[in-house]
Each structure stands twice: as C-alpha cells, then as structure tokens.
C-alpha cells in the first residue's frame, strides 16, 4: 500500500463563525453563502448540485429538512442571491431522501428522490418553465422495479442518481432497488417514459440484508462509472471496492478489457475490478466518490475501517495498468453525536471525502481537527503521491461534513457545499445548514 507524502502548503485559522436557526434568528459573523439554515443529505443520492447557465447563473441544490419536507434551491452567482421551494411536507425524517438534480436540454429542472427503503415508488418532479423553480409539474410516480423476475425479493427504492449521455441522448436513472441491489432504468425521451428496471449488481449471496453501495460518475458523453461495495460495512466485515465502466453497450474493466454486453447484467462484484480488496487486508471499506480525469482515466475516493473508530481516508487511480491506493489521513471516528451510555447506530459515518469532478487531483474532506470536525482542500500534483494542504474551514464551533462539488462549474475553482451541524444523532434525527465556499458578500 502506498503512503503519500503530505506538503502542508495553507493552514491559516481565517474564519471564526457561529449559526443559529433560522427562527426569526440571524448569523454572526459567517462568512460563508448559507443556502439553507435546515438541511441534510446523506451521500447516495447525486448530483446533490449543479450548474446551469442560460439566462441567470446559477447553482441548483436539494436537501431535507428537520422536518422530513424535501426542499430544491439555487443560489444566483451574477445577484447573490438565492431562492428555495418546498416539493414535498413533511414527506419522511430521513436524511437518505435528499433528491437527484439534472437540468434538462431546455434548462427544465429534474428532480429525483424517494423514501429510505419503501416500497413507495421513486418520484420526479419538473419544473415548468426553464430556470424557475416556483411551479412544477405534476409530481410523477415512477414504478420501475421488476418485480415480476425478481419474484419474492425486496422491492423498494432508495438513492437516485441520474446521467445523461449525449452520444445516445438518453438518461441513465440508477437506484437501490430489488432486494435493495443497485437497479438501473433509461429514458430516451428526458425522462417522460421509462424502461423497466434492472438489477446491475447481484453479489454472489443473495439475501435481503446484502446491499452493495454504488456511487456513478460520466463524461456525459459516453462513459458512466461505477464504484462499488459488497454491501454495508456494519454488515460485511470485509466489505471491498470495485470498479466497472459502461461504453457503448458494453461493460469494462478500467485497462479496457470487456466484461460483458450490457444486456448480459447483472454483474458480480468480483468480475470487475477490485480496487481495494478487504478480504486480504481485513480492514473493511466504504465507497464515497468516483470521477474521470483529465487523462479519461477513473479516480475513486473510499474510506477504509482499522476499526469503527479509526477511519482513513484514501484516494485511488488506474496508472501505468494497474490501481494505485494512497491512504491519506485517519479522519477520526463516527461523527454522529450521541449520549455517552448509547450505543452508536451508525459507526462508519465518515466527514466524508470528495472529488472535484472537473479536476480529480483536488479532493475535499472532512477531518477532526481537535474536536471539530473542518473541511480541507487537498491537492495532488503527482496522482496521489504527495499532497498540498489548505484549510476551508477552522476554528469551527460546529462540525463540517458531507462536502459535495458542485458539477458542471465553468470555473476553474468549483464551490463546495456541505453540512455544518447543530445535531446529529441519526439519519432521522438532524439539524444541520448547508454552507457553500463563496464567501458572503
């Protein structure tokens, strides 16, 4: 395993701030954009924001709220200013139902989210008009698992992600769905009909609790990868990570060697690529982001478990034919926040670890830093060997989490956005803001 060497190149304490809620109440001294002073998301559900330039400039997001209600915003980048819409009251206190973005080739806003694990269907809303998120269509239920060939399993639905590739001028829709396995469903007409579902990924053991993890990234012309888990590390203890593409009908290895037709699916974990294999090394796993550089190579990001309470974050590449692993700092523990006498429901709950889609040699993450949780830009001008530093945030009085990249930016320095908590015990029990890395003007 390869150990990067670490350049600390900014580390300066420039921000001092304090939040309170958004009840009547105002910010001190936050130098930050605030979208929202009451949303979350889990990290399973992307794009969680994008960008979109036609008439305005803007940045889009979703979140849930304390409440469960399912919220969409912007944030305006020419007037500094911001907007927000409420799609769903109260629809379900859980983190999971954060929605899916894409703004369609008429810049009509699509929105994708559903509830954590029911039976309930997926869920799309549309805007109206291009570039307005005050009126929507109907909101539309989309029925999409097979449940007539996968008869006796689970069918529920979790986690959207959405991609359209241009040389085939079709949406790609991937979910956990039967027998909570990762499912996928296209659309050739933006999204007003759809194909029925399909499995992608059927580990070898089938069984309801067997869930593999599956983040997705694309070219959006005509690449989509995967990355991918065995399942949850609370339940596999030695939970690997993998590595597919699709092109053009086909599944690929990353050195380019074909897996399988498309219509051959689903695929077992182990006839991809095993980018870290936890069966050797004993210490399980977590997947967190995926891209393509600027070589058109993958880059992954994952988290690797010791134990529940050591957290390591580590950064992966296909270079000269092979995956290369740097393991880059412990991160700390679980930052869920809980009773001293309670057990922690959810111990590989990472800060979290990202990357800059438009330039994956940047990766953000979230690192305890005394007893903080602060975000931090690291770069990598030797793919992964030794980094630079920079501070984001410090000095913090509430954790920073969750960061996400927003995807599409012109710009060569992308916003981040993410998660500054005022609670966290659980995925249904939350008050958090989402901060973006503008600063407030």
Not at 183 to 191: A, E, I, K, Q, Y
Not at 327 to 343: C, E, N, Q, V, Y
Request: charged share 25%.
């Amino acid at each position: 395993m390869n150990k990067p060497a670490i350049v600390i190149a900014c580390f300066i304490c420039l921000f001092s701030y304090c939040t309170t809620d958004n009840q009547g109440t105002t910010e001190n001294e936050n130098p930050f954009t605030t979208l929202t002073t009451d949303g979350a998301w889990c990290w399973f559900s992307d794009p969680r924001a994008v960008y979109y330039e036609g008439l305005h400039k803007r940045t889009y997001t979703g979140w849930v709220d304390e409440e469960g209600s399912i919220w969409v915003g912007f944030y305006d980048h020419e007037t500094d200013s911001s907007s927000r819409y409420r799609l769903e009251h109260r629809f379900e206190k859980d983190d999971h139902d954060n929605p899916a973005l894409h703004v369609d080739k008429e810049g009509k806003l699509l929105v994708f989210f559903s509830k954590h694990g029911e039976k309930d269907p997926m869920l799309l809303a549309k805007t109206r008009v291009a570039e307005d998120i005050s009126s929507w269509e109907m909101t539309e239920e989309l029925v999409l698992n097979d449940t007539l060939t996968y008869q006796g399993l689970k069918d529920s639905y979790t986690y959207a992600n959405i991609i359209r590739l241009s040389d085939e001028d079709q949406l790609y829709l991937f979910w956990r769905g039967m027998d909570y396995k990762p499912n996928f469903s296209t659309s050739s007409d933006d999204g007003k009909t759809w194909a029925t579902g399909k499995i992608l990924v059927l580990p070898e053991r089938i069984y309801q609790n067997r869930r593999p993890y599956l983040k997705v990234a694309s070219n959006q012309k005509n690449v989509i990868h995967f990355a991918f888990t065995d399942g949850h590390p609370n339940a596999e203890p030695e939970n690997s990570i993998y590595y597919v593409k699709y092109k053009e009908g086909g599944l690929f290895k990353a050195d380019g060697s074909k897996i399988m037709e498309w219509s051959e699916l689903p695929l077992q974990p182990r006839q991809g690529d095993v980018v870290y294999d936890a069966a050797a090394t004993k210490e399980k796993a977590w997947i967190w982001d995926v891209a393509e550089n600027k070589e058109q190579v993958p880059v992954i990001t994952y988290v690797k478990f010791p134990t529940d309470s050591n957290h390591v974050y580590c950064y992966a590449l296909w270079d000269e034919g092979t995956w290369k692993n740097y393991d880059l700092i412990d991160s700390g523990p679980w930052f869920p926040k809980m009773p001293a006498d309670s057990i922690i429901r959810e111990p590989n709950y990472s800060g979290g670890i990202v990357l800059d889609h438009n330039d994956p040699s940047k990766v953000y993450l979230s690192v305890k830093r005394g007893e903080v949780y602060e975000l931090e830009k690291w770069t990598t001008p030797d793919k992964g060997v030794s980094w630079e530093v920079e501070a984001l945030t410090s000095s913090s009085e509430r954790d920073n989490v969750r960061p996400f990249v927003v995807r599409d930016y012109p710009g060569e320095e992308a916003p981040v956005l993410w998660l500054e908590l005022e609670r966290y015990t659980h995925y249904t029990d939350y008050k958090a803001s989402v901060r973006m890395s503008l600063p407030k003007k």
